[in-house]
């Protein structure tokens, strides 16, 4: 079993659609979980951490379940600007991050 | 604007040269960063320099050199690399190595023919 999974899509989805991606993640001593995103051809941006208790930034929600070791991102009212890969990252067992595969998003006009 | 620097953008290699990619953060940041991206994969870590040493090799062959002089520099040394180590060269760097959010510099793309 891969140390953190995620669906790789590609979801497509209209413009003002809500989106959600999960992400499981196998150690369950990890602490740090962040999520990515990357345009195409650009490098992987810091898009928000995942706190415990959940944090929102704007249209975008990130929520940490423990107990079914799984993160989640859920976008709201999803813009153009959107479409991107988005990677969820998690500190494994070697104590280092480990990124997902990563999910393509494409929201269509 | 990325506040880690990687210098150049692009460089085109024949694989009996030799080349160094260079990355820059003046952001007090004491983990610094190698990652290799293919197309449509996730970066992949290749070494981790925490305090300025060595602290990850995820079994690079030894075609590929790091160093780091201070810590606001990392270097990759390139030797008789091969046409398949053509790929997205990522610097990053973060506060402590582990646990911490990683900036990532804006890449090289590398081609080796």
């Known amino acids: 079993r891969k140390e953190v999974e995620q669906d790789p899509g590609p979801f497509n989805v209209p413009e003002g659609a809500t989106v959600a991606f999960n992400c499981t993640y196998s150690?369950?001593?990890?602490?740090?979980f962040f999520w990515y995103r990357q345009d195409c051809r650009k490098e992987p941006k810091l898009l928000m951490s995942?706190?415990?208790s959940g944090n929102e930034d704007g249209r975008f929600t990130a929520q940490l379940n423990r107990a079914s070791q799984y993160i989640s991102l859920l976008i709201r009212d999803s813009k153009l600007s959107d479409s991107a890969t988005y990677l969820c990252?998690?500190?494994?067992?070697?104590?280092?991050?480990?990124f997902g595969s990563g999910t393509q998003l494409t929201v269509l006009p | 604007d990325t506040e880690v620097t990687q210098t150049p953008k692009h460089l085109v290699m024949g694989m009996t040269n030799k080349k160094s990619l260079k990355c820059e953060q003046h952001m007090g940041h004491r983990a610094m960063y190698w990652y290799k991206q293919k197309a449509k994969k996730p970066p992949e870590l290749m070494f981790v320099y925490s305090y300025e040493k060595l602290s990850i090799n995820e079994s690079v062959p030894s075609r590929f050199s790091p160093e780091c002089p201070n810590s606001s520099l990392l270097n990759l040394h390139l030797h008789a690399l091969q046409p398949e180590d053509s790929a997205l060269y990522l610097c990053?760097?973060?506060?402590?190595?582990?646990?911490?959010?990683?900036?990532f510099g804006n890449g090289t793309r590398l081609t080796v023919t």
């Open positions: 150690n369950s001593a990890s602490q740090s």
């Open positions: 990053a760097s973060s506060q402590v190595a582990g646990n911490s959010p990683l900036h």
């Open positions: 990252v998690v500190d494994g067992s070697a104590r280092q991050l480990t």
């Open positions: 995942v706190y415990s």
